[in-house]
């Protein structure tokens, strides 16, 4: 069964510019950072992430 959800066009135009701004970011900072640098960063984000998702849940 497929199931279509028409999403809000003015939710999602006001992510744009946040949207374009995480990629520009993300993809100098990848291109700058070895690999060693690079899980510690990744650890921040998702231990951030988690954070936010429990203060959400709360």
């Not at 070895?34 to 899980?39: A, E, H, M, T, V």
């Amino acid at each position: 069964m497929l199931l279509l959800v028409i999403a809000d066009t003015k939710n999602l135009n006001s992510l744009i510019p946040w949207v374009l701004i995480g990629i520009i970011v993300s993809y100098y900072t990848l291109e700058r950072v070895d690999g060693k640098r690079l899980k510690p960063i990744i650890g921040v984000i998702v231990l951030a992430m988690i954070g936010l998702n429990f203060t959400d849940t709360i």
